[in-house]
């Protein structure tokens, strides 16, 4: 088999194909898959949330189902139903849409709190019990759910249990000037998706999974993690800070970036790089610091200048030294 650096890659550039100028994004999807993980891509509409779940699944052969999430959506729209055969006397299992190795959760904060919470199992055991009986999700398994974040009306938040269980948040944002004339350009006859061909397949990718809780993270990187997402918790604009699930979220998305890196190793950057994909929803803002427009990002950055680097010294206590803050 080949490096599973360089399946990755061309994974990541089979995405590409159909989402122009948004390579950090899908590199950032990608590491979630090769977590095992869930993303919630919160957006407004037409920036291609649907396509990076549509492609991420041709491209690695999984099989992919959509769920449509809507106010009179049930669980067992989700979940499936078992369905009584007059034939052999016996309960059959018709599993539902969440029953797929990639599957993409829709609009899903339009639905209401007791379908939304049909996925709390199935993104955590990684099962579904329906009438008592258990049944597992295939492998890989992942979710990518969609939201839009500037439409309230209709809609019902995600709790925070939830947000807690997606190992990570995406914006993709618009592209540039550039870029949509090349995204028309693209279009102009079919949509790319249409002819986008496999480049792996689950077996592959059940592979470099397991590769990456391989990489080598040196305690001192493990307790760097734990004192940003302590930080977290500990600032002043936080209401509440990051979950310990935060910590394993960082802890292995940094072992999924290193490999993109062809690194068997974990360094500080990757931290840096990921805490806030990983960190930002899980952090819920004060009501006086949200009056003054203190965002996540804002609270997570802070924390990253506040806690020392392995072998270095905060950018604050530099300053209070009189030295300059290592880069």
Not at 11 to 30: D, F, P, Q, S, Y
Not at 305 to 326: C, F, H, I, M, Q
């Amino acid at each position: 088999m080949e490096e599973p650096r360089q399946i990755a890659e061309r994974i990541a550039a089979n995405v590409e194909k159909t989402i122009i100028g948004k390579g950090t994004e899908v590199r950032l999807a990608l590491i979630a898959l090769l977590c095992q993980g869930h993303v919630l891509i919160e957006d407004v509409p037409g920036v291609g949330k649907t396509i990076l779940a549509r492609s991420l699944a041709v491209s690695t052969g999984c099989s992919f189902r959509r769920i449509q999430f809507t106010p009179d959506l049930l669980p067992s729209d989700v979940s499936g139903v078992s369905i009584y055969n007059q034939k052999t006397g016996d309960f059959e299992f018709r599993p539902g849409p969440i029953v797929a190795q990639i599957v993409l959760a829709d609009e899903i904060n339009r639905a209401t709190p007791k379908t939304q919470s049909s996925l709390l199992e199935a993104m955590e055991e990684r099962q579904v019990t329906v009438d008592g009986v258990t049944h597992r999700m295939p492998q890989p398994f992942m979710v990518l759910a969609t939201q839009n974040p500037i439409e309230y009306e209709g809609t019902f938040p995600l709790p925070e249990a939830q947000l807690d269980r997606f190992l990570m948040r995406i914006h993709l944002g618009y592209p540039t000037a550039a870029e949509e004339v090349l995204i028309m350009e693209g279009q102009q006859r079919q949509h790319p998706i249409e002819s986008l061909e496999r480049v792996t397949d689950a077996e592959e990718l059940l592979t470099i999974q397991r590769a990456v809780k391989d990489v080598y993270v040196d305690p001192l990187i493990k307790q760097y993690i734990v004192n940003v997402v302590d930080a977290t918790r500990r600032h002043g604009s936080a209401y509440l800070g990051a979950s310990p699930r935060g910590s394993l979220a960082l802890h292995r998305t940094c072992q999924a970036r290193a490999l993109l890196d062809s690194r068997d190793f974990v360094i500080p950057d990757d931290v840096k790089e990921l805490a806030y994909a990983t960190l930002g929803h899980r952090i819920i803002i004060n009501p006086s610091a949200r009056v003054k427009n203190v965002t996540a990002r804002e609270i997570i950055e802070s924390c990253l200048d506040r806690v020392p680097v392995p072998g270095a010294r905060s950018k604050e206590a530099s300053a209070a030294a009189g030295r300059p803050a290592p880069r």
